[in-house]
């Protein structure tokens, strides 16, 4: 089984309605990081987690929201979708000192119409 | 604000040669890395360098970093069609990893 896990993998939605993407861990890392991927742009960081408790804002935070339900769970929200938002969203995990390296999920392909 | 260049962008080459991908970042980082991206697939850690002059390498890959120049290499020897795919470099100078735009590699036989 996948150690980071993203729901749905495919979503068309239209301008305006509320979406959520799901994220979960079996690695028992404490910080989880949503990103999205555009052609040309590499990735930008969306929020990040370091604990349950602990939410931060990226690069290009405005218009999303997250939630981290669980030390294994990170949710990113889309209160309003609009066509720009369109793009591949990864989420990703990492463990806290030595090299933090990321280990990323399989990604959600999310288009808005 | 930060950046985070990688040149080439795009990348075309034979079989059997050599080839070496730049990172250069514009702000101090003690960690760089290196990740793979498969078409249609999510991102592989291949090197993560933590000092100055870390040199690492995984097969036909090598990467090393210059921090003081702010920046890191990927070199490809004697490349082979299965390392056909986009390669992006990554700094963490905080808490917030950034990424170059990536470089993608096709290795023509």
């Known amino acids: 089984d996948a150690d980071v896990t993203q729901t749905p993998r495919n979503r068309i939605t239209k301008t305006g309605k509320r979406i959520m993407l799901e994220c979960s861990q079996t690695k028992g890392h404490d910080r989880m990081y949503w990103y999205r991927q555009d052609p040309g742009l590499g990735l930008r960081l969306i929020y990040y987690?370091?604990?349950?408790?602990?939410?931060n804002k990226g690069e290009i935070s405005d218009g999303y929201s997250v939630s981290r339900q669980a030390q294994a769970k990170f949710s990113l929200s889309l209160e309003s979708a609009i066509p720009n938002q369109t793009a591949l969203y990864f989420c990703a995990t990492s463990d806290y000192g030595g090299a933090d390296t990321q280990y990323f999920g399989p990604g959600t392909r999310l288009t808005v119409l | 604000e930060l950046k985070v260049e990688q040149n080439p962008l795009f990348l075309s080459m034979q079989e059997g040669k050599n080839y070496t991908i730049y990172c250069n970042y514009s702000?101090?980082?003690?960690?760089l890395y290196w990740y793979r991206q498969d078409p249609g697939k999510s991102l592989e850690s291949l090197f993560v360098?933590?000092?100055?002059?870390a040199v690492k390498q995984e097969g036909r890959l090598m990467a090393s970093l210059d921090t003081k120049a702010r920046l890191s290499t990927l070199h490809i020897t004697a490349a082979v069609h299965d390392l056909s795919a986009t390669y992006f470099c990554?700094?963490?100078?905080?808490?917030?990893?950034?990424f170059g735009t990536g470089t993608s590699l096709t290795v023509i036989p």
């Open positions: 702000t101090t980082s003690d960690r």
């Open positions: 360098l933590l000092s100055n002059g």
């Open positions: 990554a700094v963490s100078p905080g808490n917030q990893f950034y």
């Open positions: 987690s370091f604990d349950v408790k602990d939410i």
